[in-house]
């Protein structure tokens, strides 16, 4: 017979909430609302279209981050879907470095509705961690209190520095830090970079998306191959410090939504509490948001 104590545990994991840490959603290219390139997906994936895909796997709530491939800096489509659905999402957007306002720009973003979060995009263009604007939004994050996303890709030693730089700022490392595919198959060798992500897990201050594993098996759902490399980040960062997603929709190409959820529910590879702290405890603990019953 399980005691209280294991029986107060697992009603406690099965009303966790399952909380996606990142999805995207767009409207289709107008005039009114041009892309500035494309994101991976349909024409057009609205906020309705993400909550019905959602609601069809039983999931309660997602961090709707603003696409920089399509909208750059711009989120007032992410705005809009939040103002529609703002039971069900919460907010991240991409900051410019190179804006001379960037400061002023994170705090202004930071009192809106529904905001969690600030991303920059290491991945593109040629920034050091010692660049003015870095060092202005992870600065200015700090005092908003809220997490900086980092899409660090092919530059993982310079998330490393940023982190060494600035102990007060809660970085998260965006899709485990790795090369992820739009399309199959996986890179041969998807896990390479695994010790240099693993290593960042000596720095109290980051926290690492387990979001888009999936693309990078080699095998069909529900991926067997991933949770041995993955076993490694728990490990490393702690179930407290990582947080499970999908990368809908980039990760369409792939496979479905469904697939990237029921993956992480299928394996025997989770305790229940594990599986409970990784699909919404630990992200509702790290943006200190969690969606709202109905919404």
Request: aromatic share 8%; hydrophobic share 40%; charged share 20%.
């Amino acid at each position: 017979m399980a005691s209280p104590v294991m029986e107060g545990l697992d009603t406690m994991a099965n009303q966790t909430p399952t909380i996606d840490v990142q999805v995207h959603a767009y409207e289709r290219n107008s005039p009114e609302r041009p892309w500035a390139g494309f994101l991976d997906g349909p024409d057009e994936v609205t906020g309705d279209d993400m909550v019905a895909a959602m609601d069809a796997v039983g999931v309660d709530g997602a961090l709707l981050v603003s696409p920089y491939s399509m909208y750059r800096y711009d989120p007032s489509y992410a705005i809009d879907a939040h103002a529609k659905h703002p039971g069900r999402f919460a907010l991240i957007k991409p900051f410019d470095p190179g804006s001379e306002a960037v400061a002023d720009e994170v705090a202004e973003w930071a009192a809106l509705p529904g905001v969690v979060g600030a991303r920059i995009m290491l991945t593109y263009g040629e920034l050091d961690a010692d660049d003015p604007g870095i060092d202005q939004i992870l600065a200015s994050g700090a005092q908003a209190g809220i997490p900086i996303n980092v899409m660090c890709t092919g530059k993982l030693p310079i998330l490393r520095e940023m982190a060494r730089r600035h102990p007060e700022t809660r970085l998260v490392v965006d899709h485990l830090g790795l090369a992820q595919p739009r399309k199959p198959p996986a890179p041969p060798e998807p896990f390479a970079d695994l010790a240099d992500v693993v290593s960042l897990a000596e720095y109290d201050n980051v926290v690492i998306k387990i979001s888009g594993a999936c693309t990078l098996s080699h095998q069909p759902f529900p991926y067997p191959d991933i949770w041995e490399p993955l076993s490694k980040i728990f490990d490393a960062f702690g179930f407290d410090r990582c947080m499970w997603g999908t990368d809908w929709t980039r990760a369409v190409g792939v496979l479905t939504y469904e697939q990237g959820v029921e993956a992480f529910r299928v394996t025997d590879q989770l305790s229940d509490s594990e599986r409970s702290a990784l699909m919404g405890g630990t992200l509702t603990n790290i943006y200190g948001w969690s969606p709202e019953a109905g919404g």
